[in-house]
């Protein structure tokens, strides 16, 4: 590879701008938001250190063949033809995973099977041997991209998605993807100085987030290994003088950090996880039931959370909803509340008149970021004497 060369971060639908942002604190080139995707450039160093500190994006892939395909001979034709001896030998193992657009190739599936098809016969033709086919631990992951008759061939840098942060052993029912937490957070505006509550933490990932946050831990420093580290040019010296840079800007929390769950299995689990994310200095978590609790101070408070949506409640989902907005309203004054739901008939049971809706997805589920401006008396005299601070 070059010194400079062109690479991707993917990400989730509505996090591009957060995506961008970050590429380009980080010291990115050439910076391009795309759909779930921005483009950038940087050298092998740069590739290393979005993989370790990038909060927002599930994979870092790099473009090494680019074709247009027009039918299936086409695909396999292409995948035969480029030099794959340049990344791998027969003797190393592979896998593909592939995203299709367009109504030539309409399944991911068979589309990764004819490339493993192909590759696997050019490296007999050309050496005697097929290379093996392993899923879960490959020494090469290939990405392949076709929208409509474009068709993009990368090697995948990250190898299991970057939410997969490390420190996560335990979850609840449904845990809430760890990219997608830190992306809520930066959307909420936090400023990583008033003190912070997820008040339904389950397993605890959006404190945890927020605690990597605020002290500037690399995102993905709990991370036991990346897809690069297999590769022939892996340099550990120079991966390793980049984790020592982002280590060194490292800080203090300036706020508190907290989060509360009811379930004594969530209590437990997100205080496993606070402990092997090493913030137990950093993050609180209490067993508590936010509708039963208040707000110990008139300081302001920021609160993300991520409450049930119904599929697995025992109980009214509406009557939860209605006892989130009455306890803000009566116990969490001088609060921004952000929360995040795809039950979008239980929201309306809030009784609150959210400021913001932002639209997401939390996985297939349509959701909306709701943002509830709580204010420290009435709105009305909120508005005849605005804070001076």
């Avoid at 795309?34 to 927002?56: A, C, E, I, P, Q």
């Avoid at 086409?74 to 593909?96: C, G, N, V």
């Avoid at 076709?146 to 996560?168: E, K, M, N, P, V």
């Avoid at 979850?171 to 830190?182: D, G, Q, R, S």
Wanted: glycine letters at 6%; aromatic letters at 10%; hydrophobic letters at 35%.
């Amino acid at each position: 590879m070059s010194a400079n060369f062109k690479m991707l971060a993917k990400t989730f639908f509505g996090f591009e701008d957060l995506l961008e942002n970050e590429l380009k604190q980080l010291g990115a080139q050439e910076v391009e938001k795309g759909n779930r995707v921005v483009h950038f450039k940087g050298d092998k160093g740069f590739m290393y250190k979005t993989n370790l500190s990038l909060r927002t994006a599930l994979k870092i892939l790099v473009p090494i063949y680019h074709c247009r395909v027009n039918s299936e001979h086409d695909l396999y034709q292409a995948a035969y033809d480029y030099r794959w001896e340049q990344h791998f030998t027969a003797k190393e193992t592979f896998a593909i995973d592939s995203v299709v657009f367009g109504e030539t190739f309409t399944h991911s599936l068979y589309v990764s099977q004819k490339v493993k098809d192909a590759i696997a016969d050019s490296f007999r033709a050309k050496t005697g041997q097929r290379p093996s086919v392993n899923l879960k631990y490959p020494d090469v992951r290939i990405n392949v991209h076709i929208d409509r008759d474009q068709c993009t061939f990368s090697l995948d840098s990250s190898g299991a998605s970057l939410h997969h942060r490390g420190y996560r052993t335990a979850t609840n029912i449904a845990p809430l993807n760890e990219v997608l937490a830190a992306g809520l957070i930066l959307l909420s505006g936090w400023d990583q100085r008033t003190d912070f509550l997820d008040p339904m933490c389950g397993s605890g990932t959006i404190p945890i987030e927020a605690a990597m946050m605020s002290c500037k831990i690399p995102a993905n420093i709990n991370r036991k290994e990346f897809a690069f580290e297999k590769w022939a040019d892996w340099d550990e010296d120079l991966y390793l003088t980049i984790e020592e840079s982002q280590l060194n800007k490292i800080q203090g929390l300036a706020g508190t950090i907290s989060g509360f769950d009811k379930a004594p299995s969530a209590f437990e689990k997100a205080k496993d996880n606070v402990r092997n994310a090493n913030l137990e200095e950093f993050v609180t978590i209490e067993k508590d039931n936010f509708f039963f609790s208040q707000k110990e101070q008139e300081a302001p408070l920021h609160i993300v959370t991520n409450p049930p949506y119904g599929e697995r409640l025992e109980g009214d989902i509406n009557a939860l909803y209605s006892s989130f907005g009455d306890t803000l309203k009566q116990h969490y004054t001088n609060t921004q509340a952000w929360m995040i739901t795809s039950n979008l008939e239980a929201m309306k049971h809030v009784g609150l008149r959210p400021s913001q809706k932002i639209k997401l997805f939390n996985g297939k589920l349509e959701s909306r970021l709701l943002h509830y401006n709580i204010y420290p008396g009435t709105k009305k005299i909120h508005k005849l004497n605005p804070p001076t601070s």
